[in-house]
T-cell receptor
Framework: SQQGEEDPQALSIQEGENATMNCSYK?????LQWYRQNSGRGLVHLIL?????REKHSGRLRVTLDTSKKSSSLLITASRAADTASYFC???????????FGRGTSLIVHP | KAGVTQTPRYLIKTRGQQVTLSCSPI?????VSWYQQTPGQGLQFLFE???????NKGNFPGRFSGRQFSNSRSEMNVSTLELGDSALYLC???????????FGPGTRLTVL
């Protein structure tokens, strides 16, 4: 069963615009991670945010976590064509170390 | 530092056969996890090995098995292949407890 669910399923924007994708989950978590996957290849880790953190930044990426709403968002600022990929959130439920991935958001950035 | 490597990259098998996939983690990483990715089910956790012991297991039938060697390299075996086993199989390594994982490029298995 999927723990994290990303929204929207697909997002199409122009280069330079910001892209926001959301992840919702059902139970308490230890941490939440965001990954990127290009064209059916391996995943690349982007950011890990722990349950006691509210916001983290990494370059053009900003992740927020709202544990009261059981949701997280990933913001990519000033997007580039190279950001075109699928983005997944992964959660580890409290007491478990089994990461559960959502179905992903497919982002297309048009040059 | 070399990344996670998986072999083979592509594989075609027929129903009923068995297959073994290999994963070499990043040097120094002791945890290796395996995932199955399909369009229908998305990314699903198969199992995780740490220091040659299976530490966590997902909800897959016993046809899916794995092992880890003393050098942290891991293999995954699927016996009696079914059409539904066609998928991208991803291996990921991490230093210790599951957290930031480094993924390999995957093995794309096609079952005919």
């Amino acid at each position: 069963s999927q723990q994290g669910e990303e929204d929207p399923q697909a997002l199409s924007i122009q280069e330079g615009e910001n892209a926001t994708m959301n992840c919702s989950y059902k139970t308490s978590i230890n941490n939440l991670q965001w990954y990127r996957q290009n064209s059916g290849r391996g995943l690349v880790h982007l950011i890990l945010i722990r349950s006691n953190e509210r916001e983290k930044h990494s370059g053009r990426l900003r992740v927020t976590l709202d544990t009261s709403k059981k949701s997280s968002s990933l913001l990519i600022t000033a997007s580039r064509a190279a950001d075109t990929a699928s983005y997944f959130c992964a959660t580890e439920e409290g007491g478990s170390y089994i990461p559960t991935f959502g179905r992903g958001t497919s982002l297309i950035v048009h040059p | 530092k070399a990344g996670v490597t998986q072999t083979p990259r592509y594989l075609i098998k027929t129903r009923g056969q068995q297959v073994t996939l290999s994963c070499s983690p990043i040097s120094g990483h002791r945890s290796v996890s395996w995932y199955q990715q399909t369009p229908g089910q998305g990314l699903q956790f198969l199992f995780e090995y740490f220091s040659e012991t299976q530490r966590n297991k997902g909800n897959f039938p016993g046809r899916f098995s794995g092992r880890q060697f003393s050098n942290s390299r891991s293999e995954m075996n699927v016996s009696t292949l079914e059409l539904g086993d066609s998928a991208l199989y991803l291996c990921a390594s991490s230093l210790g407890a599951l957290g930031e994982q480094f993924f390999g490029p995957g093995t794309r298995l096609t079952v005919l």
